[in-house]
């Protein structure tokens, strides 16, 4: 198996820094295109798992120096397994048809049963581990428990988090108990996928970064902290007790790097705002770092493509023993990139990182 992404995790030396992309399966792909207009809805492919498993497969076929799989779901299948009805409507993204308003809404909130409620996203790991025959390693995820409360208050998304903002400042303790039952229900989730053959997960905070300083520490961390404690942290391989490394990614999280990787993870993701040199001197002894490109910075030329990439793998620096990267995007790749700027990218980052550490880059 290519393990230089598990080795990159772990803090260990390796011959070139490895990459993956955030939402690699996805709509800039037109064999993903196909294979959704195949499904019939967004919904039906992620609950299909022989069509989740072909979805994951298509970036790694078409790009072999891709290092890792990330299983294809959703973030919103947690909600959705508790009841609130989800449903994406055309042009408008993710909603529930139920919302959370109240304090008999969070205690009517059941912890889902993770084969009878989510057993098509475990099929679809232990279906996607099989395909991938130790090709790379696979990534389960899940959105953090801030995170969907606010999808889960707001309905949907949301442009100024006004709803579940408020009822964060008004009842403060009710707050804390959705995201307690959140955390329970994360935690069962990965743990399940881990079961299941996860080799890595990673926890998309994507929302953390709207709360301001105190309330962060408050809501969304101390929530991911929670998950974190609760997570399997070991796996058997082959018979061979094996770490399962956790990736924790806070968009908008660059104030906060030294206090989230205080929560015991192997990894952080930073967005592209963060200064990975500086990263890595805040944090890189204790964790690994995973970005940080500018997911637009593929709507330029190839040339330009792997010119920002090089400025990000010498922003780092080299990586070496006790220090990891893994290069990856500050957020999920744009539906409108074309396909060709990903080969640039992944061959400049392949090349480039194997040159750093052979000493022989650009001067």
């Given amino acids: 198996m290519n393990q230089v992404f598990l080795q990159a995790l772990s803090r260990q030396a390796t011959p070139y820094t490895p990459v993956w992309l955030m939402r690699q399966a996805g709509r800039y792909l037109p064999e993903y295109r196909a294979t959704r207009a195949r499904a019939g809805s967004f919904l039906a492919l992620a609950k299909t798992p022989e069509l989740a498993c072909e979805v994951t497969m298509q970036p790694l076929d078409r790009y072999p120096l891709l290092d890792a799989a990330i299983l294809f779901s959703d973030i919103l299948t947690i909600p959705d397994a508790m009841g609130l009805g989800l449903y994406?409507?055309?042009?408008?993204?993710?909603?529930?048809?139920?919302?959370?308003?109240?304090?008999?809404?969070?205690?009517?909130?059941?912890?889902?049963?993770?084969?009878?409620?989510?057993?098509?996203?475990?099929?679809?790991?232990?279906?996607?581990?099989?395909?991938?025959?130790?090709?790379?390693?696979?990534?389960?995820?899940?959105?953090?428990?801030?995170?969907?409360?606010?999808?889960?208050?707001?309905?949907?998304?949301?442009?100024?988090?006004?709803?579940?903002?408020?009822?964060?400042?008004?009842?403060?303790?009710?707050?804390?108990?959705?995201?307690?039952?959140?955390?329970?229900?994360?935690?069962?989730?990965?743990?399940?996928?881990?079961?299941?053959?996860?080799?890595?997960?990673?926890?998309?905070?994507?929302?953390?970064?709207?709360?301001?300083?105190?309330?962060?520490?408050?809501?969304?961390?101390?929530?991911?902290?929670?998950?974190?404690?609760?997570?399997?942290?070991?796996?058997?391989?082959?018979?061979?007790?094996?770490?399962?490394?956790?990736?924790?990614?806070?968009?908008g999280g660059g104030l906060w790097l030294e206090e989230i990787a205080a929560i015991g993870c192997d990894a952080l993701g930073v967005d592209w705002t963060v200064n990975l040199g500086a990263a890595r001197a805040r944090v890189g002894n204790r964790v690994a770092l995973q970005g940080n490109l500018d997911p637009m910075a593929l709507m330029a030329d190839p040339a330009q493509v792997q010119a920002q990439a090089l400025k990000v793998l010498e922003s780092f620096g080299i990586p070496q023993q006790g220090v990891g990267h893994v290069f990856n995007l500050g957020h999920g790749i744009s539906q409108f990139t074309d396909p060709e700027m990903v080969t640039a990218l992944l061959e400049a980052v392949r090349d480039y990182s194997t040159k750093q550490r052979a000493g022989s880059t650009r001067s």
């Fill in 88 to 251: 994406f409507a055309e042009g408008e993204g993710p909603r529930f048809e139920r919302r959370i308003e109240s304090e008999a809404d969070v205690a009517a909130l059941p912890l889902p049963d993770m084969e009878a409620d989510l057993g098509y996203v475990m099929d679809a790991v232990r279906l996607i581990r099989s395909t991938l025959n130790g090709r790379v390693p696979l990534i389960g995820f899940s959105g953090s428990p801030w995170t969907l409360a606010c999808y889960m208050v707001e309905g949907g998304g949301s442009d100024d988090f006004r709803r579940v903002k408020t009822l964060m400042y008004k009842r403060p303790d009710l707050m804390l108990e959705l995201l307690r039952r959140n955390a329970k229900a994360v935690a069962a989730y990965l743990n399940a996928q881990i079961q299941a053959g996860a080799q890595a997960v990673m926890i998309f905070d994507t929302w953390g970064g709207v709360l301001p300083d105190g309330l962060f520490q408050k809501f969304s961390l101390a929530s991911m902290r929670w998950v974190h404690d609760a997570l399997i942290r070991e796996r058997s391989e082959a018979g061979v007790p094996t770490p399962v490394p956790s990736i924790v990614f806070t968009k």
